[in-house]
């Protein structure tokens, strides 16, 4: 009997031990969830070129729907000019986030994230954390891949951001 009543609490402290480690478990999709938070609401944030219209992708866009807009929070937006447009030779700061949301038969479908936190575990070379999350709260590119497949074709743009060139 006390035997079991020992093999008893030792599960319970095990289960105990468990959930307290799972928020380090799961770190890898911290800053997704922040990002999904963060980005999901529109709320101060300014639209390139100074517009909510959503517009039709760029030729070399590696999305797969057909419209988009883009917004800048306040952060990143003191680096646009007057069009809305991103200025020459910009580094965006620290906590520059700036979301591109995807649209199909003009249903949103994607948040898709570029965040400037440098030493976040996510980031890449340049402190780029990239994302994309679902309206749901789904993540559909995790920032745990660093931008793996999103860097390179970014690399053309001003600090590896593409509206300008693709939507002068
Ligand atoms: C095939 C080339 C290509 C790939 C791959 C690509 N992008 Fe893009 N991205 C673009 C282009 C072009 C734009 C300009 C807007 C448009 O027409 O889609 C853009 C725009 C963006 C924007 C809006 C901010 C800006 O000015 O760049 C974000 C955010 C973004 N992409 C994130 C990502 C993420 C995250 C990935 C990887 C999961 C990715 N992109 C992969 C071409 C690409």
Same mark, same amino acid.
């Given at each position: *009997?006390?035997? *079991?009543?020992?093999v008893? *609490?030792l /599960?319970?402290?095990?289960?105990?031990?468990? @959930? @307290? &480690? /799972?928020?380090?478990?799961? %770190?890898?999709?911290d800053? &997704?969830?922040?990002?999904?938070?963060?980005?999901k609401?529109?709320? %101060?944030?300014?639209?390139y070129?100074?517009?909510?219209?959503? +517009?039709?992708?760029?030729?070399?866009? %590696?999305?797969p &729907?057909? =419209?988009?807009?883009?917004?800048?929070?306040?952060?990143?937006a003191?680096? $646009?000019d007057?069009?809305?447009?991103?200025?020459?030779?910009?580094?965006?700061?620290?906590?520059? $986030? +700036?979301? =591109? @949301? $995807?649209?199909?038969?003009?249903? $949103?479908t994607?948040?898709v994230f570029?965040?400037?936190?440098?030493?976040?575990?996510?980031?890449?070379? !340049?402190?780029?954390?990239?994302? @994309?999350i /679902?309206p749901?709260?789904?993540i559909l590119? /995790?920032?745990? =891949? =660093?931008?793996? %497949?999103?860097?390179?074709?970014h690399a053309?743009? +001003? &600090?590896?951001t593409? *509206? !300008?060139?693709?939507?002068?």
């Amino acid at each position: *009997m006390k035997k *079991m009543l020992f093999v008893l *609490m030792l /599960s319970l402290f095990a289960a105990g031990c468990k @959930e @307290e &480690d /799972s928020p380090t478990e799961t %770190g890898q999709t911290d800053t &997704d969830s922040q990002l999904y938070l963060l980005g999901k609401s529109s709320t %101060g944030f300014v639209f390139y070129k100074n517009t909510s219209d959503t +517009i039709s992708k760029g030729g070399n866009s %590696g999305h797969p &729907d057909a =419209k988009l807009r883009t917004r800048y929070n306040s952060i990143a937006a003191k680096y $646009l000019d007057g069009a809305g447009k991103v200025k020459a030779g910009t580094i965006f700061p620290d906590s520059s $986030l +700036i979301v =591109k @949301e $995807l649209y199909t038969n003009n249903a $949103l479908t994607t948040y898709v994230f570029l965040f400037k936190r440098t030493g976040d575990k996510n980031a890449d070379a !340049n402190g780029w954390v990239w994302a @994309e999350i /679902s309206p749901t709260g789904s993540i559909l590119y /995790s920032a745990s =891949k =660093k931008g793996a %497949g999103c860097i390179g074709c970014h690399a053309i743009g +001003i &600090d590896y951001t593409r *509206m !300008n060139d693709a939507h002068p």
